[in-house]
Structures are given as C-alpha cells and as structure tokens.
C-alpha cells in the first residue's frame, strides 16, 4: 500500500547562541504512515515527539530530509502551494484554550477554514458548521458562544471539529487529551476513532501515555532524543516490546488486574539535553543493561522478526540485537 505521509531522513536542528553545532531536536527519522491508520509517537518530554509532529506538516522547516504527503514532496512546496494543500492535513493541538481565538464564536471558529479555503458557498458553509458541531458531540446552540464558556473536554470538541471541517485526509494530534480529566479522556478517544471510520482519516497521535497509545494506534513509533529506537505495530510493541527504553515505558502502565502487574523498570535520572547528547546509544546513561559498546558506538536500526509473521516489519536500534537475533 501507497503511504498517504513518508519521512525520509528528517533533521531539525535549532540554533542556540553560543552553541556553533545548534541543538538536534530530530535526528534522521524515517517512517511511513498508511492510509486509515493511525500511528502512535510515544516518549517523555523532550524526546522530540511534537518537533516531529510540526515537521510532517511543515509548519516548522526541517533542516534536511523530505517529506512526502499523497505523493507530493512537502519540502519542495512554494508557500502558496502549501497553503493550499494545508487543507488536506490539519491539526489538533494539546491546549485548546491557547489554540482558539477567545474573541471568536464558536460558529466563527469552525467555518474559518472553510472561508481561507473558498469551499463552499455562504449557505453551504453554515450547513457544514451545523453538521460538524453535532458530530463531535456538540448541539448548535453552542455555535454562538464562545471559547471560554466551554468545559476542556468540550473546547477540545470544537478544535477537533474546526480540524475536520475541511474534511482532511490526514490529522496530527499533538497530546490531545493530555490536559484532560481521565473519564474526558476516554470520551474523546471514542470521537476521535468514530471520525476516522466515518470520514476516512489518517491520524499521526503524539502521546506520552502509553495506555492512550495502545488504545488508538495500529503502529507505535518510540522516540528518545530526537530518534526512533523502535517502530511496529501496536499489538507488537505492546506484547513483544525489545528496546529496555520502550520496556521501563510499558511497564509503567497501571495494571488494575493485579495478577496481570508487570515489574517496574525504574529509569535513573532524566532525559539528557539535546545541546549535550550522549555518546554511543543516546540511552546508555540511563539503560539497566547497557554494555560497554553502547557508550562507544550507535547502534543500527535492525529488522527483528515478530511474533505475527503477516504483521508489519519490527525495527529496533539496540546493541542488544546483532544480525537480527534476539536477546
């Protein structure tokens, strides 16, 4: 199958005064996201995660690399070719009270992209307002108030809808429930993966919660530094985890069946800077098994077999594997 998004080799580096180098916020990552799937991007802060996100659609420039949506290069679009392909790929941001305009309706909000786009006359706009706003679980009465007499879970209703309204074919989820009590949470999963059945999206859903991950996504992409160190399907990653950094994440998943509670990997200490990363294997500092070639080389991403042999490919960067055999 086509990819709908391809990234190939991408590199973000920031520039820092005083620092010639600049700092590596996304380091060679390469991945493909089929369409009607949903790709999950897990790690702690500061791994990259959102970097990534704003990257894939161009709202931060890469500093190399390419990337590819519905067979167009990203990277070698003019300003107002991308302005214009913009309405196939949206996104839903962590905070929605920062992401909308206080001084705007609700009706205003949404039917904003409709009007940057030309989609539709005036009437046909309002009647796709109306229709979105009861999708996402909204009445219309809410259409002419305004942000702030909104709970979080129904603000973010109204990001998710106003990211929809242009009907896009692909949607990028910054931490969308992160700020959310956990019962919202669960609430707001459900519409998100009810509108990707009924309108046919692709989601790339960025999360430091795991167990949010494992709900939502076909494939799981884990990142530490600015790189993926292992990228497979969902059932696989959860079930057959091989990087020790993806392992001490799982395992720090609450478990209400205490039968079924797994032992906890405690990681020493924090993320390292990106302005000082570690030699070798970024995560040797922190890993319970580290060796001593993981301070001295970086390891290659290597292709493991899984445990589904129609599943998709298992890939892993660890010393721990060496010609694809298993540890």
């Known amino acids: 199958m086509t990819p709908l998004l391809s990234v190939r080799d991408l590199v973000k580096t920031f520039d820092v005064k005083g620092k010639g180098d600049g700092v590596r916020a996304v380091s060679h990552v390469s991945l493909d996201v089929a369409p009607g799937q949903t790709l999950g991007i897990v790690g702690e802060s500061g791994s990259g995660k959102s970097t990534l996100g704003r990257l894939m659609l161009r709202l ?9 949506f519905d067979g167009i290069s990203l990277t070698d679009l003019n300003v107002k ?9 949206q996104m839903i941001f962590q905070d929605p009270l920062a992401s909308l305009d206080p001084r ?12 940057i786009h030309g989609l539709g006359t005036k009437q046909e706009q309002s009647d796709k307002v109306k229709d979105m706003i009861e999708r996402v679980g909204l009445s219309k009465d809410a259409l002419d108030r305004f942000p702030h007499e909104f709970s979080g879970g129904q603000r973010q209703r109204i990001s998710i809808a106003r990211a929809m309204i242009t009907l896009p074919k692909l949607i990028v989820a910054d931490e969308p429930v992160s700020s959310l009590d956990v019962s919202i949470q669960s609430q707001i999963l459900n519409l998100m993966l009810d ?18 991950v494992q709900h939502i996504a076909d494939t799981v992409a884990v ?44 990681l020493g200490g924090d993320i390292p800077s990106p302005q000082q990363p570690p030699t070798g294997c970024h995560f040797h500092p922190r890993c319970p098994v580290a060796m001593p070639i993981c301070s001295q080389i970086t390891p290659a991403s290597l292709t493991l077999q899984t445990l589904d ?14 010609e694809g055999s298993e540890s």
């Open 60 to 68: 931060l420039e890469p500093t190399s690399g390419n990337i590819a």
């Open 81 to 89: 070719d991308l302005r214009r392909k913009r309405r196939d790929m």
């Open 195 to 212: 509108l990707r059945r009924d309108l046919n999206l692709t989601y790339v859903f960025i999360s430091h919660d795991l167990a949010v």
């Open 104 to 115: 705007m309706s609700v009706r205003n909000l949404i039917g904003e992209p409709l009007i």
């Open 223 to 266: 990142m530490y530094l600015g790189e993926i160190v292992e990228m497979a399907s969902a059932t696989e990653i959860f079930t057959n985890p091989k990087h020790p950094y993806t392992r001490a994440l799982i395992s720090a998943i609450p478990q209400v069946d205490v039968s079924q509670r797994r032992e906890r990997i405690v």
């Open 309 to 322: 042999k129609s599943a998709d490919a298992h890939t892993v960067s660890c010393h721990l594997y060496t």
